[in-house]
């Protein structure tokens, strides 16, 4: 198992980051920019869903919120759609923490997997993400 974790300052308190994360709008703000084909459905609350998908891009994400602590903490899966090898992707966890920091929001992701995504593109694909909600206010 090997765990990745990414952390912005955010220049907006708390609430805001955190609305940030489970506001479609909101996230379609920031999320997948470069993608302006994607869709965001979200139920933030434990045992809801989201799935967040470019159909141009033929990727996606989805899962299920397994802890829901407005505005401090969520907790969900992350499977991941489209590309190579689907049959084989697992399901991995993906907590995020919002900590109030001076005037701003030090959020922080700590991303989980069976496999070893060290290797592979997640830390790239957070800090990518990360760096455009660092932007928000």
Known sequence: ??????????????VRAYEAWVDPDRLAAWWWLHLP?????????????YRIDSPTAGIGVEGTFREVEPPRRLLYTWLWSGGE???????DLVEITFQPAGTGTLVTVRHTSVEDITKGGAKQGWGEVMDRLAAIE
């Open 37 to 49: 084909d994607t869709t965001y459905e979200l139920d933030a609350r434990p045992g809801g869903t």
């Open 1 to 14: 198992m090997t765990t990745i974790t990414i952390s912005r300052s955010v220049p907006a308190p708390p």
């Open 85 to 91: 090898g689907e049959e084989d992707v697992p399901e």
